[in-house]
């Protein structure tokens, strides 16, 4: 596909990581309003309405409306930036994960031009990359899958790069292959792999067990990521050690408590 | 009936291949990219349910335990294929794939909602600016340029002796003293390869070494002047500056004190390439700009054979053109409105001498 903007990149840092994007002349990526971490001299940002991809400019206003209103339900910005290398020479522009964890790169070309992915995974993508939103038709998936009703999909034959929480594992499943997975640590998926929510077997694990009444059902072929941490698990410890919440000062097993804190020197 | 769809199995990558798919009666062919063809009796099949929402017909065949597999979510292709299964398509149920119609007027309502308050907003803004900019007093606007200045320059070197300087100090004041305004103008001549002039509230001008060096006669240079100060004037600078920043920065602005309103004005100068305005101002400035020079007695002629040179210019789209209306047509419109005007007595400056001073100057420009 011609419209597509083949570029390379490098991924920095171990787990809280960023990706370097090189552009040879006049190739864009398109990001997240505020993903930008650096860039170089001769890079020019756009914020446009939209991906950028032809598919979204060639559905017309009705099109852009829809966009619009589908991204407003994913409660994402309306806007994109596209960052494009308007000089002579390679530039480069850098994106940082806004949660501590992995990126990953993903080549859609390989994937079938299709990939089907959780709300805040985007983080990057070529240029020509339709970054739109699918909804989960089956009502189990959509109320208890973790995710809600609404997936991000993008298309495309371009390098598209994630973000997830903790450490992101990719695993192939062949044909009816079948993982049960966490509902909040499924990432990303090709949209071939057959996603149900199944309950959790026995009313005292799902009390006591810490899991959560159901679960997400897998079954191949195609490949899917998942993350270790969902981040709203590790918001969830977070908020719980917060000051606010009691968990002031006390550091983990410490039973100094209080008075420790008045030697940390971080307490303003 | 054809289609695209993922296959996998053995032999096959992980995540699958991409084939175009042929379903005729009694079989289903799989065509991969390079060239090789799978003809699939339908009796083989096993079929089931699938894709990641459930909208999809996956069906298998060969061995049970590394079978192939293909996943196809076109509907009619799934229907199709669905028919021609018969009874062995029992129990397969197929979400159906249109999204509810109920999610789409959702959708599409909000759309609209944004885009009619996008519309009102566009429209309304006008004349916010306008009552905003009638009731800001000279001092302010004084102050707003002075704040101002410093984003402007950066990145630019400003050129304060020399030829280029010293011409465009004693241009400026001539034609400055033709124009009854409470503004006093103070003159910038910046290093910048950029063909270009900014005009910033309350009379602080800034001329871009770039614009000297492409002018062939003084008058040309004095045409820009002119507009520029056309642009204070009329107070276009101020409009744009709160259009651009909005009220409440500008306010902050010129109260000091206000942390990032310093760096918006970088980000409005660095991203709009300066101050926008609009064509009916520049028109007006085109207009009155000429009559300064014939008051101040300069040839105006200059005016427009600047535009026209700029209009031939290709390749790299000076800045001044990118917002001003099409050059040719200026220049058509100011000749216009010089026809029959007193012939000028040329301007005393040794120019050649000037231009050599102003692209001399190293660029400093920080391109963006």
Known sequence: MASMHEVDYKIFGDDMQYVEVELDPQEAVVAEAGGMMYMQDGIAMETIFGDGSASASSKGFMGALMGAGKRLLTGESLFMTVFQNASQQKRSVAFGAPIPGKVIAVHLAEMGGDLIAQKDAFLCAAKGVSIGIAFQRRLGVGLFGGEGFIMQRLQGDGWAFLNACGTLVQKDL????????????????????????????????????GEG???????????????????????????????????????????????????????G | MATEGLVFGPGLPPQGERAAVEVRAGTVTVAFANGRREDVPVSWLRARAGGWRGDALQLEWGDATTPFALSVSDPIVVRAIQAQLGSRNAGVRVVSSHPPRAAMIAVLVIGIAIAGGVTLLAVQSRHLVDLAVRRIPVEWEVRLGEQSLPAVLAGTKEVSD??????????G???????????????HVAQSSQVNALALPGGQVVVFTGLIAMAETPEEL??????????????????????GLGFRALLGLVLGGAGDAGSQVAGLVEHLGGLRF????????????????????IDGKGMASFFERLAKTTGELPALLSTHPASEERARRIRAQLAGAPVATPLPYDWPAVRA??????????GW
């Open chain 2, 173 to 187: 004041d001539r034609l400055a003293a033709q124009v009854e305004s409470p503004y006093t103008f103070t003159w």
């Open chain 2, 222 to 243: 004095a045409g820009v002047m002119a507009h520029e100060i056309q642009h204070v004037v009329q107070r276009h600078s101020l409009r744009a500056m709160v259009r």
């Open chain 1, 213 to 267: 009444l159901f679960f997400a059902t897998l079954q191949g072929p195609g490949r899917v990521w998942l993350q270790s941490l969902p981040f709203s698990r590790l918001a969830g410890r977070i908020y719980a050690a917060a000051p606010q919440r009691g968990g002031r000062g006390r550091g983990e097993g410490s039973i100094l408590g209080g008075l420790g804190g008045l030697l940390d020197g971080d307490n």
């Open chain 1, 174 to 209: 062949a044909a009816g292959e079948k993982l049960y997975v966490d509902t909040g640590c499924l990432v990303a998926l090709q949209p071939s792999v057959n996603y149900d929510i199944q309950m959790v077997r026995g009313i005292k694990s799902a009390l006591f067990g």
């Open chain 2, 357 to 366: 001073a102003a692209s001399r100057s190293p660029d400093t420009t920080q």
């Open chain 2, 278 to 297: 609009s064509r009916e101002q520049e028109e007006l400035a085109d207009r009155d700009g000429l009559a300064l020079l014939q008051q101040a007695g």
């Open chain 2, 162 to 171: 020399g030829d280029a300087a010293r011409t465009v100090q004693d241009l």
